[in-house]
């Protein structure tokens, strides 16, 4: 099997579907099929059932699946490591990041970039997709998360406390919450995943057992601008909170865990050029963001 051919077996096995499949490899469909019932007529095996659901595998194409595997991985190895000895100052680097760290950190880095480095290009995806450096989804990725794959360098490049905020007009409003109270008679706005994890929710370390949660929002500039509307009471971290303009409620109170940012890479590519250029320019964003 060559790479070509592996590529494309992937491909089919990760969408299920071949118009899954050609979306991600950039070609039509009818290519992905041709290739797929060439690839198991020259193997002499079928590898995918056809079902009105999309391709699954068959055992045979489980198996084929652990060696193509394999070939994947060789082949970005290499990729990574020839990336890794440039040292020219042009072409792409493709940086995954939130929304929020996209509009306050990376946008500007990027401008600083630009005026340097002409030739160097950022492509800039900002979602709570994590995209996989190990796959070469990303070449950088600047999240709260640090991950635990021992190839990847990860680089603390800020901590903030986490607290309670309002916008002026939601405490002009209906005044501030008090402590211990539950948040009995406030709106609360809230970051979606804790609610779907079914735990105990708190803001600052409050229950909000009487409170009303009015908006359950999927990103942390989604909460930022809710706040900001004066939709309701939320937890953000405290940079970005008085960045806003917003109220800090209960000071004395703090998340327990901190909002840590890293910077992440793989190991490969830790020094081409263009890479290291643009770490640079993401690091000096974040200087003295730090409480």
Request: aromatic share 6%.
């Amino acid at each position: 099997m060559n790479w070509d051919d592996a590529r494309m077996f992937l491909a089919v096995c990760r969408e299920s579907t071949l118009r899954g499949a050609a979306r991600v490899l950039g070609v039509d469909q009818a290519t992905v099929g041709r290739r797929i019932n060439a690839l198991e007529k020259s193997l002499g095996a079928t590898l995918f059932l056809r079902t009105s659901e999309g391709y699954a595998l068959t055992a045979l194409g489980e198996a084929a699946l652990l060696s193509v595997e394999k070939m994947e991985r060789s082949a970005l190895d290499l990729e990574r490591q020839i990336q890794g000895l440039d040292d020219r100052l042009t072409g792409t680097v493709r940086v995954s990041t939130t929304d929020s760290l996209a509009i306050d950190f990376l946008i500007p880095a990027i401008a600083h970039l630009h005026d340097k480095h002409p030739d160097v290009r950022v492509q800039l995806d900002a979602s709570t997709q994590i995209l996989s450096l190990a796959k070469r989804e990303a070449d950088i990725a600047v999240r709260n998360q640090r991950p635990d794959n021992p190839d990847l360098i990860a680089r603390r490049i800020a901590r903030w406390p986490v607290g309670l905020f309002a916008a002026q007009r939601y405490i002009d409003r209906h005044g501030a919450p008090e402590p211990g109270s539950l948040f009995e008679g406030h709106d609360l706005v809230v970051y979606q995943p804790y609610l779907q994890s079914h735990k105990d929710l708190a803001l600052a370390c409050e229950p909000v057992g009487r409170g009303r949660i009015v908006a359950a929002l999927s990103s942390s500039l989604l909460i930022r601008r809710a706040i900001a509307a004066g939709i309701g009471v939320g937890e953000i971290p405290v940079y970005t909170g008085e960045r806003d303009g917003l109220v800090r409620l209960w000071p004395e109170r703090t998340r327990p865990l901190p909002y840590d940012v890293w910077l992440v890479t793989h190991a490969d590519l830790r020094h081409t050029a263009r890479v290291r250029v643009v770490i640079d320019e993401i690091v000096a964003a974040f200087a003295g963001t730090q409480e």
